[in-house]
């Protein structure tokens, strides 16, 4: 047996279809998450012009943030499911968690200055 042979990572096709499956609920589960966070958040809006539109603003962010997040995430699986050895999932999961952790910054930056301005709009006299 070669080297190349020993190293091959194999993942049983069994294993690979529950794998996908399970890749295809999660999908389907956040598309129903999603349909029901507008939905929440849609009511949040209500409760007066100028906070409803930092709300309109923090929902979109958050929204787009979690749709983004969820599809790296489901993508990074799908990755995993067609890696050849344990060194490229290694590389792979390397990859995919220094990217998060800057995505997550990014967003949590960008969702903090939402708020912010949110915030002083709201607290600035009406007249």
Request: proline content about 2%; some cysteine.
């Amino acid at each position: 047996m070669s080297d190349e042979e020993r190293d091959r990572f194999e993942i049983p096709k069994e294993m690979r279809s529950m794998a996908e499956a399970g890749l295809e609920q999660a999908r389907k589960t956040f598309e129903k998450f999603l349909a029901s966070a507008e939905a929440a958040a849609g009511s949040i809006e209500e409760c007066g012009h100028t906070v409803g539109a930092g709300a309109r603003d923090l929902r979109a962010k958050a929204i787009a943030n979690a749709e983004k997040n969820v599809q790296a995430s489901l993508d990074h699986a799908q990755s995993l499911l067609h890696a050849r050895d344990l060194t490229e999932v290694t590389r792979l999961h390397g990859e995919y968690v220094q990217t998060q952790m800057r995505t997550l910054a990014e967003q949590a930056s960008e969702m903090a200055q939402i708020m912010t301005k949110t915030t002083m709009e709201a607290a600035k006299p009406k007249g």
